[in-house]
């Protein structure tokens, strides 16, 4: 504190030196000035943690370094859950790295900033306001005191779903594999992989050598379906089960798109691919049918696929590109925009072509600052899916249709591939990087951080309409 000194000439205020700020205080100083920014920190700095991790000798399988690109390119897609990869994941990782590489998926499913408020609370016992903010950034629940309950849904709910799905995949891949132990770690692989929407595969060909095997396609698509729910989601039908009348306009809202997407996404992917020889064109009616059902809930962000995607028509891929760029539930494991942004967007449009003031839902009036988030959303998914298909297009020299698929699944962290991305430079990974990245990220601190701004205004313009259309 300042002190008087007496000198010959009187009084005067002897200031304190100034203190230099300690490393912990730094810290706290950037998650207090800016949540979003410390979310992105905090995922950058792990995202970087397991990408040393894949670059170490005791990674690969052969024993050698791994390019600082791809083992970048490998984390960020596991921490992201995307699933896309330079690699192949059950060749190229020894068994330590693949154990690394289900860590990071784990990781990321629970949400990076889940893990640290629960750090926090194992520390503390109690979340303070700016933890819950924080925590806030990576899972928005609406309500800030709803945060210490959500996580430790997550963390639970995670971890009981994960294990009832291996054990019910395990007998099955035992059965395959006519080995114990072998069977049970990739019972435990695909149901880690499957409820993050991760799409990592922990068989050279992948599911290409169980597509005729309905009952761990049907396991992977059920789980897949619950984990890009959203444990918002997950909470009101823990404690609501299927009482309609009691779930609130998030839930219902997330489980009816869900459901919609579901069925249209399979009736035009088996429309598409019905006489298709190279994909379903020769199965029977039973298994085409079940490809369908399957590809549907792929393509909104688990990665997984039976058919090859090269073999299928134009048509379907851009289906494929529109399921991606929506995703799944808010504050799931899945990416896209998601489907609560993509019905407020619907539900605006119709209103202003009934000519309404307000857009509803469930006898629910939206927010005006809903329906501006949302369409802030869209614009920026759009514009960094843009601008990432072009630089694809211009480094790769390849024509859209390769590029804007691969760009969407980035964005949308689905993992679905063509094969371009291992057959990119160095600079082409990185740009698919920065995608995975801000996609699993970015439009969740985007929206939060608008979600956030409210501003007071003294005083409002005269009103002025331009000509639009």
């Given at each position: 504190?300042?002190?008087?000194?007496?000198?010959?000439?009187?009084?005067?205020?002897?200031?304190?030196?100034?203190?230099?700020?300690?490393?912990?205080?730094?810290?706290?100083?950037?998650?207090?000035?800016?949540?979003?920014?410390?979310?992105?920190?905090?995922?950058?700095?792990?995202?970087?943690?397991?990408?040393?991790?894949?670059?170490?000798?005791?990674?690969?399988a052969d024993g050698t370094i791994t390019p600082f690109h791809d083992s970048l390119f490998v984390a960020t897609s596991a921490v992201s859950v995307t699933g896309l990869s330079t690699v192949n994941t059950a060749d190229h990782w020894s068994f330590l790295g693949q154990i690394i590489l289900l860590c990071g998926v784990q990781v990321g499913g629970l949400g990076i900033l889940t893990v640290a408020t629960m750090l926090t609370m194992s520390v503390s016992k109690q979340l303070?306001?700016?933890?819950?903010?924080?925590?806030?950034?990576?899972?928005?629940?609406?309500?800030?005191?709803?945060?210490?309950?959500?996580?430790?849904?997550?963390?639970?709910?995670?971890?009981?779903?994960?294990?009832?799905?291996?054990?019910?995949?395990?007998?099955?891949?035992?059965?395959?594999?006519?080995?114990?132990?072998?069977?049970?770690?990739?019972?435990?692989?695909?149901?880690?992989?499957?409820?993050?929407?991760?799409?990592?595969?922990?068989?050279?060909?992948?599911?290409?050598?169980?597509?005729?095997?309905?009952?761990?396609?049907t396991v992977i698509a059920i789980a897949v379906m619950i984990g890009g729910l959203g444990f918002p989601v997950i909470m009101v039908l823990l404690k609501y089960r299927w009482d309609l009348r009691?779930?609130?306009?998030?839930?219902?809202?997330?489980?009816?798109?869900?459901?919609?997407?579901?069925?249209?996404?399979?009736?035009?992917?088996?429309?598409?691919?019905?006489?298709?020889?190279?994909?379903?064109?020769?199965?029977?009616?039973?298994?085409k049918i079940g490809l369908s059902l399957f590809a549907s809930t792929a393509a909104r962000s688990s990665g997984f696929n039976i058919v090859d995607i090269n073999e299928q028509l134009p048509q379907t891929l851009l289906l494929t590109d529109a399921l991606m760029f929506v995703g799944g539930g808010a504050a799931s494991t899945a990416g896209g925009i998601k489907v609560t942004t993509f019905a407020v967007i619907v539900l605006a449009i119709v209103a202003e072509a009934r000519g309404s003031q307000d857009a509803t839902a469930y006898h629910r009036r939206l927010p005006q600052g809903a329906i501006r988030v949302a369409v802030a959303v869209l614009a920026l998914g759009?514009?960094?899916?843009?601008?990432?298909?072009?630089?694809?297009?211009?480094?790769?020299?390849?024509?859209?249709?390769?590029?804007?698929?691969?760009?969407?699944?980035?964005?949308?962290?689905?993992g679905l591939s063509t094969g371009f991305?291992?057959?990119?430079?160095?600079?082409?990974?990185?740009?698919?990087?920065?995608?995975?990245?801000?996609?699993?990220?970015?439009?969740?601190?985007?929206?939060?951080?608008?979600?956030?701004?409210?501003?007071?205004?003294?005083?409002?313009?005269?009103?002025?309409?331009?000509?639009?259309?």
């Open positions: 504190m300042p002190q008087r000194v007496l000198t010959p000439l009187g009084f005067r205020i002897k200031k304190s030196p100034v203190q230099p700020m300690s490393w912990r205080a730094r810290i706290t100083a950037v998650f207090s000035d800016s949540p979003a920014r410390g979310a992105l920190l905090i995922f950058l700095l792990i995202t970087l943690f397991f990408a040393v991790l894949l670059t170490m000798p005791f990674s690969s303070g306001l700016k933890q819950k903010l924080i925590a806030q950034e990576g899972m928005t629940t609406g309500r800030l005191g709803e945060t210490g309950a959500l996580i430790r849904v997550v963390i639970t709910t995670t971890l009981v779903i994960e294990a009832l799905i291996m054990l019910a995949m395990t007998p099955r891949f035992i059965a395959l594999e006519k080995d114990f132990w072998l069977g049970l770690w990739h019972g435990l692989f695909y149901a880690v992989s499957a409820f993050n929407n991760a799409g990592f595969l922990s068989h050279t060909n992948g599911l290409a050598d169980f597509g005729n095997d309905a009952y761990i396609s009691r779930w609130n306009l998030h839930t219902r809202m997330t489980v009816e798109v869900t459901l919609i997407l579901f069925v249209l996404g399979a009736l035009a992917y088996g429309f598409f691919e019905w006489s298709n020889p190279a994909t379903m064109g020769d199965k029977p009616l039973i298994e759009s514009t960094m899916v843009l601008v990432g298909t072009l630089a694809l297009t211009t480094i790769s020299g390849e024509t859209l249709q390769r590029p804007l698929f691969e760009a969407i699944s980035a964005f949308g962290t689905c991305s291992a057959e990119l430079p160095p600079s082409g990974k990185y740009v698919l990087t920065a995608l995975m990245f801000f996609g699993r990220l970015g439009t969740i601190t985007f929206a939060s951080a608008l979600a956030m701004r409210q501003r007071r205004t003294m005083y409002r313009y005269p009103e002025e309409r331009p000509i639009i259309g």
